[in-house]
């Protein structure tokens, strides 16, 4: 296949990609707003609100040194319409059981055990086929529109669920998510995930390596990048310290502030349109020259922000400014998240050899979550026995904490030799933005 041909092949997968993660992620968001409300609105607890999200990160955790070594070892095309299509079943068992009886809980933690190893599969499958559908000019811009997507349908889901949530009934949001995912299997199944392929294998045509040696094959090569090593530590200890706002939030505004759906909706798509912005302004510029500490200073705002979380509940606030506290609070935290992730997966996805990409991207998202159910677990208890604006002050002062200690000025200097001693650059070079 010559070059501009590639090129406009290239282009088809950008916009596709793009397209199906917006259809994709409109129907999960819409379907995750139904079933968080229904729960908390049910049982009123923190603990059973928190018992479904550690159905969603627990299956991830377990399943992702194995979602890296299938993503290795076999057609990513395969994986990537397989995940979807297993997606479409479970919500139409989900919706089968809800037609002919009670929706219970226990059908609902099954259900979102199912979504989460399916979207393990697929997204660590999707973040190491990026360099084989996009060529390398356009990686940044490809990452940067596949969050737009995700975003917009952020922004658009949580409205629509608070608008429909208590008119109608729980099987419409079922039926949206499944014809949401149906297209999405379509659209994917015209992509060509080898078009700028650089592995050896393309997952076919070889006597696949045992999975433990794969396993360990993987790690090996990560030992190799200290760099790689810093943000796997960092995000795990971030990440366990950031469920405080992952189970306290909602809790907070549903159950203790008493916010009604359609208003909670709003400070949900807020959070949306800050992570558009950020993803719209990544999608043309420049990439970042130091991700690590432009990260580093995200993640300390990060944490100023989640203490933010618990000033209504020290100081009163009327209903109305009440809501546009949460929605400029949301926006920052937004573009917060795309400020910090973009640039380090830009980085990641350039200097990880693409038979590799599978088995990494999978510890570093294995390793990302693997304290978030014990962080599920204990905040869901916390939130139900501790005040609340405790538990966020303080976790946002260890989330503070650890990110200035894994990324002191040594670390920074090690990941990005042409940055001084004491943050003076030796070189001139443009700031960051």
Known sequence: ???????????????????????????????????????????????????????????????????????????????????????????????????????????????????????????????????????????????????????????????????????????????????????????????????????????????????????????????????????????????????AHQVGYSFILIDRLKIDSQHFGLTEGAFAIGMLILSFYFSFRKEVKYPLLLSKRGIIALGILMSGIALPLIIKMSYSWLIIFYMVLMIGFGALIILINTPMQVMLQKQIDDDYKGRVFSIIETMAQALSPLAMVLYGFLYDFIPAQWILMVSALFLIGVVMILARPSVIRKAHPEWGENGIIKEKAPAIH
């Open 1 to 243: 296949m010559d070059s501009e041909l590639k090129l406009k092949k290239a282009t088809y997968h950008l916009w596709t990609f793009t397209i199906s993660k917006l259809i994709g992620s409109f129907g999960a968001q819409v379907y995750s707003f139904a079933i968080s409300f229904y729960i908390l609105q049910l049982t009123g607890s923190a603990t059973n609100f928190a018992a479904n999200l550690l159905c969603s990160i627990l299956p991830r955790t377990l399943a992702g040194p194995f979602a890296g070594y299938v993503s290795d070892n076999f057609p990513r095309k395969t994986i990537a319409i397989t995940s979807q299509i297993v997606q479409t079943v479970a919500i139409g068992v989900l919706l089968t059981v809800c037609l002919t009886s009670d929706l219970s809980l226990i059908a609902i933690y099954i259900t979102t055990c199912v979504l989460s190893l399916t979207s393990t599969f697929s997204g660590v499958n999707f973040t190491s086929s990026i360099t084989g559908l996009i060529d390398e000019a356009r990686i940044q811009k490809a990452m940067s529109l596949n969050q737009m997507s995700i975003s917009f349908a952020a922004i658009g889901s949580p409205v629509v669920g608070g608008l429909l949530y208590g008119i109608v009934s729980m099987p419409v949001f079922l039926i949206i998510y499944m014809i949401a995912s149906g297209i999405a299997v379509i659209l994917e199944s015209t992509m060509n995930f080898k078009l700028f392929a650089n592995r050896k294998t393309n997952g076919e045509g070889k006597k696949k390596e045992p999975i433990w040696q794969s396993m360990k094959s993987g790690i090996a090569y990560l030992k190799l990048n200290p760099l790689i090593t810093t943000v796997i530590w960092i995000a795990l200890l971030v990440n366990f310290f950031f469920g």
